[in-house]
């Protein structure tokens, strides 16, 4: 049972490591990537909602999120206005949740946040 129980660790590891990384990240979006990690709200507050709910996938290109900072990403996005923005955050929209994981938000604070990765800079244009 032992050894099972070891060689069944060992494979999980092992699947575990095969899913880092993204060798199929282009070096444009890994260094939009990499640039997205850096930005945070300067509003403790909303920094506090955005690492809690919003970082982990709008930092990660392979979510299929747009990440934080890349204009061109968010742009056909941001023509649909905060009010539909705000709507597919509070419904869930292709990996999305609802609420983007944060149940205590309000709209108020779903369009400063939509609005922070959209515009802020770093990522690329």
Known sequence: MRSFRALSILLLTGLLLVGCGNPGLSSADAA????SRLLMPEDQALATVYKRSCRNCHTIAAT???LTG???GWAPLMEKGLDVLVDNVVSGIGG???FGL???CDAEQFEALITFMASADGAGE
């Open 70 to 72: 890349d204009h061109a």
């Open 32 to 35: 939009k990537e990499s640039a």
């Open 64 to 66: 299929g999120a747009p």
């Open 96 to 98: 999305m949740p609802p």
């Open 102 to 104: 944060c149940m205590a």
